[in-house]
């Protein structure tokens, strides 16, 4: 049988060290990490995300401040937002809930983020630093597929990563985030040939590609550890509905290890957007977070 790796618990564990990192910044006399949601608009699944975030934040001992805008707020007076939010020191973290409506062109919106306090890391500078391999804020869906892996891989170095899917926001990431740990990586996407061989050669299997039960249990060489991305919904809420990965989970006991879908990568998102909130709060205030004068 595959090993399950338990995201919910290793979630959970990253989530009480941010809160003891909260607890031991503050009693050093630095400011409580404070982290600013914008949500354009009512779509429901954002408007779930964006609950569970401000719950779990708030748990965290993090400030939380939540900007609700309406649907039809323009491109300009969300930048507007934007730029307060980059020049209000209690604010060390913005994050702005994708999918934004469409008159608003999301890229000059993040762009407009300052990079310091993007706790997504999908600026542009921090793109750059991830690719160059220097300090920068790490996407925190990809960054949660490493620190699971870490719970399961000792020595990433020559190992074999297949990655599938090449998306800003998952595949280009965790992808650069194992090169980063001298694996030998492959990215793979819709329009690849041969996919099932290529993955047949992966030691550690990334699936981020949005189609349910794709990786079959033949792709899989016995040992890999497989990390499903992937959330797709499959029949009706209510009615047998489910929620499932992108890999034939059922089919994968010759694996060395997998996370489960729920409870795998998806708990792990939020609580790196926690751990990156505090990294950024930490910068902000300098790396040591000195108590201020006459603190
Ligand atoms: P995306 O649609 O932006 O990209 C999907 C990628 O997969 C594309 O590069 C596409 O070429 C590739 N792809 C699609 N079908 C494929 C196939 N049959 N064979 C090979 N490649 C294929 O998606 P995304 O935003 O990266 O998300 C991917 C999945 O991960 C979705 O199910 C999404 O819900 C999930 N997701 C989960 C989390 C989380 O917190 N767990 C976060 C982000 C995304």
């Known amino acids: 049988m ?5 995201g919910k618990a290793i979630a959970e564990t990253i989530r009480a060290d941010v809160a003891a ?11 409580v990490p404070g982290l600013a949601v914008v949500l354009v608009g009512d779509d429901p699944a954002s408007l779930v995300y964006v609950g569970r975030k401000i719950a779990q934040t708030r748990q965290a001992g993090i400030r939380s401040f939540e900007h609700r805008l309406p649907a039809e707020t323009g491109e300009e007076e969300l930048l507007g937002l934007i730029e307060r939010l980059n020049r ?47 300090d920068g804020l790490v996407p925190c869906t990809p960054l949660g597929c490493m620190l699971l892996l870490e719970t399961v891989i000792d020595d990433f170095r020559g190992l ?5 899917g090449k998306s800003n926001i998952v595949g280009k990431p965790v992808a650069m985030l194992l090169l980063e740990r001298e694996c030998t990586v492959t990215v793979t996407h819709i329009l690849t040939r041969n996919l099932p061989d290529i993955v047949r050669t992966a030691d550690i299997v990334v699936v981020a590609a949005g189609s349910p039960g794709l990786v079959r249990g033949e792709w ?15 029949g009706e809420p209510g009615k047998g509905g489910r929620l499932v990965g992108d890999a034939a989970f059922e089919e994968l006991g010759h694996a060395r290890a997998i996370t489960p879908v729920p409870g795998g990568v ?9 751990r990156n909130t505090l990294l950024a709060a930490r910068k902000q ?6 108590p201020k004068k006459g603190a």
């Open 2 to 6: 595959a090993g399950i790796i338990d």
């Open 285 to 290: 205030q300098g790396a040591d977070a000195s």
């Open 88 to 134: 209000d020191d209690e604010v060390h973290g913005i994050l702005v809930q994708l999918p934004l409506p469409p008159q608003i062109r999301a890229e000059r919106v993040l762009d407009a983020i300052d990079p310091i306090k993007d706790v997504d890391g999908f600026h542009p500078v921090n793109v750059g630093r991830l690719s160059i391999g220097t």
């Open 220 to 234: 899989v060489k016995p040992g890999a550890v497989v990390i499903d991305v992937g959330i797709n919904r499959v």
């Open 160 to 164: 074999k990563a297949v990655v599938i």
């Open 21 to 31: 990192g909260v607890a031991a910044l503050t009693a050093a006399g630095g400011a």
């Open 266 to 274: 998806g708990p792990m998102t939020v609580a790196c957007l926690l």
